[in-house]
T-cell receptor, first 112, second 111 residues
């Protein structure tokens, strides 16, 4: 069974640009969550989707958005990129709430 | 953002030694999870705990869900070089997949 797949693995963007990251969950998993990891703040929850609905949102500005498609694949978008958005963005999928989550390899975003 | 208190922050041990780390929270969780992360990779789930007092093993790893539901412990026995990495605890509440992570424990194993 394939794991969580995130694309691309690496991205370099310029300040002010926008970026879209993609996540394919484990087959059969309907819940997808996104996290931002930085050296200073650690792993921080961005948002959670289940059956195409956002179920929970972390404390991030509105420049961060996401969506989930009917096949459970998810995308997150960051608009008007800032230098501080440089981070490892991680996607996780789970079979059901409360059962733990499995992570992809992440997308390393560098904003210059 | 919210993070759980995890200690120690780092450990430098000799191969063959046992390791203990713990995680505490000011509020209760329904699920406790332990992950290991290698540089540039995503966290890998090691152990999941679902009931207060539960003790679960995965090979040389043993973790416990604290009775108060506000803490968890991870022990690694007979450490080996491939145990090197950063270990994170994470708490999860009912009806959500949102994980609240600990601050991490960096483990170094010397031969």
């Amino acid at each position: 069974k394939a794991g969580v797949t995130q694309t691309p693995r690496y991205l370099i963007k310029t300040r002010g640009q926008q970026v879209t990251l993609s996540c394919s969950p484990i087959s059969g998993h309907r819940s997808v969550s996104w996290y931002q990891q930085t050296p200073g703040q650690g792993l921080q929850f961005l948002f959670e989707y289940f059956s195409e609905t956002q179920r929970n949102k972390g404390n991030f500005p509105g420049r961060f958005s996401g969506r989930q498609f009917s096949n459970s694949r998810s995308e997150m978008n960051v608009s008007t990129l800032e230098l501080g958005d440089s981070a490892l963005y991680l996607c996780a999928s789970s079979l059901a709430a409360g059962l733990g989550a499995f992570f992809g390899q992440g997308t390393r975003l560098t904003v210059v | 953002g919210q993070q759980l208190n995890q200690s120690p922050q780092s450990m430098f041990i000799q191969e063959g030694e046992d390791v203990s780390m713990n995680c505490t929270s000011s509020s209760i969780f329904n699920t406790w999870l332990w992950y290991k992360q290698d540089p540039g990779e995503g966290p890998v789930l090691l152990i999941a705990l679902y009931k207060a007092g539960e003790l679960t093993s995965n090979g040389r790893l043993t973790a416990q869900f604290g009775i108060t539901r506000k803490d968890s412990f991870l022990n690694i026995s007979a450490s080996i070089p491939s145990d090197v990495g950063i270990y994170f605890c994470a708490g999860q509440r009912i009806n959500t997949d949102k994980l609240i992570f600990g601050t991490g424990t960096r483990l170094q194993v010397f031969p």
